[in-house]
């Protein structure tokens, strides 16, 4: 039973009209700057993150997006970002917020609680079986209502927004207010980040899921903010901790998705945290098993302190979930699922740690390399094998005219977006029907991509008698890491029954090579070296690209492209870790990686179903 809430009168009130608005505009000039960044960010205020030993503050996690130094705890070295940022987000846990922190204090009343001894125990395993009891009882929907004070919520709430004002440098460096709403029913994560675009007309307190694990009621909670003048959205994460939930085709009541849910999710949500510490919720090897690549960083667990595994891989990875918002909309239902892409952290010690070379870890305890790879004292080995499989911190990128508040965000409205596992990989993907084999090698390819197409995010709409459609893709690796293997289109359709296909096309590619007659390709090699923690750019390309048209394209049949961009493989975090030490790589963890980017898909609508703007 759903519980009652005065939000669900909201949902009623047109109030969604400005998000689609905005999605139907396009950018006032093109978009020709690709910005980095992340908004699911923790720091000692998120109740787990201070359990976890967790010293750090919003204005230290700005100011390590930024390049500085920030203190790291857990007997590790200080935090520090080679490649800094362009934007940032702290978006501390609503449920409990600030609460434990303010337990250090012998002068605050929540420091008599019986609970606060166990937080703020000197003893790290103290810490954190204290922390798994909270978590326990909070996943099963029993609170002591005096960690739930409104007052402390509102005071630490301010604070957080107050500090990204201060840090926000227009057209240097951007920063957002933002939350997470932290549905985790039965251990299973129906976690959001709620971002806003600007520090205007806010809430007084972010908003709990102790009230209740609906997102529904979330949204409709949105819709109030909304008619009192807010602009803000909310980005679900890390499906593949979700058991099904977070792309089910039914409500959290049992009921089928009706048309009321499919326009609300659809207008509330716009992206997806596709990869992050995590792991990465593109596919798995049982969804999609003609997919060699479709087992990278396979984090296999719930949110559960025993490392309780999922069982539903359907509803939990974000191919699927596209291919079932096809059999939505070609119902003239709409498209519960139509989400753009971003990568993003997840960290709960301020500190992105998306650099595989330079990883700290998740929690602060994690910052000693040795407690990555071997735990701490009383460490159960299961949590020990948790810790190892994590994988380092995605990033969000985007496509914008500037690095303010107002274009970023409307990048992401209009999905503009793509994410990578880590490193900053610029990629840009065009669709449409007015495209030249020769644009994408063009001085001005930006703008005959804009003049021709859509953009990642877009839809295509169809019309009788139209060819098949072409798409430019272009990618350049980062900086500070691997060339580039090859760029790979991601199909999927549905046929004249409704059954649901996909299919992995190697579009442009590195070196020599050729595709067999399956269109698979020789992989790139391999040049890592395991003991020394190193590899060789001696293979790959620095950049690739292509114009692709669909050979198997149907005008009656809907559609998504999306673009999966590989890099050579390098090492991963814990293979610079155990050469650090001196040990071998432990667990059965890969010694090597290939990281990777995604875009944003570009839907294709029959002429029948088509509609004006998505």
Known sequence: MKPASKYLAAATLSVLAPVATALAAGPAAPATNAYFGAVHVHTSYSFDAYTNGTLTSPANAYQWAQGKAIPGGGGGPDLQIRHPLDFYAVSDHAEYMG???????????????PVAAGVTSADQNTR???????????????SDPAL???AVNKTVWHDIVATADAYYRPGEFTTFPAFEWTSNPQMRNLHRVVLFENSGQLPDAALSSLDSTDPEQLWAWMGEQRARGATLMAIPHNANASDGLMFS????????????YIRTRQENEPLYEITQIKGTSETNPALSPNDEFAGFEQWDYTLSADSLRPTHRKGSFARQALLDGLSFDAKGMGNPFHYGFIGDTDTHNAAASNEEYNYTGKFAFENDPRHRLEGVKGQPAAQVQQVREFSSGGLAGVWATENTREAIYGAMLRRETFGTTGPQIKVRFFGGWGYRADDVNSADFVAR????????????????GKAAPSFLVWAAKAADSGNLDRIQIIKGWLDASGAQHERIYNVSWSGERRPDAK???????????????????????????????????????HAFYYVRVLEIPTPRWST???????????????????????TSPIWYEPATTAVAAK
Do not use: C
């Not at 804009?450 to 709409?461: D, E, K, N, R, S």
């Not at 020394?532 to 149907?554: M, Q, R």
């Not at 030490?581 to 995604?598: K, N």
């Open 519 to 557: 269109g698979e390709l020789p992989a790139v090699g391999n040049t890592v070296d395991v003991a020394k923690a190193s590899y060789s750019n001696s293979i790959g390309a620095a950049e690739l690209a292509t114009a692709w048209t669909d050979p198997e394209f149907d005008a009656g049949q």
């Open 576 to 598: 610079y870790d155990a050469a650090k030490l001196g040990v071998e790589v432990p667990g059965g963890l890969p010694t090597s990686i290939q990281e990777r980017a995604f």
């Open 449 to 464: 991509g804009y003049a021709g197409g859509v953009p990642m995010g877009g839809t295509l709409q169809g019309a009788a």
């Open 249 to 260: 085709l039914q409500t959290q009541d049992g009921k089928p998705l009706d048309e009321a």
């Open 99 to 113: 609460v434990f922190k303010l337990m250090e204090d012998p002068a605050n009343p929540l420091s008599k609680l």
């Open 148 to 150: 739930n004070d409104p």
């Open 128 to 142: 954190m079986q204290t922390f798994a009891g909270v978590l326990r009882d909070f996943s099963a929907g029993k």
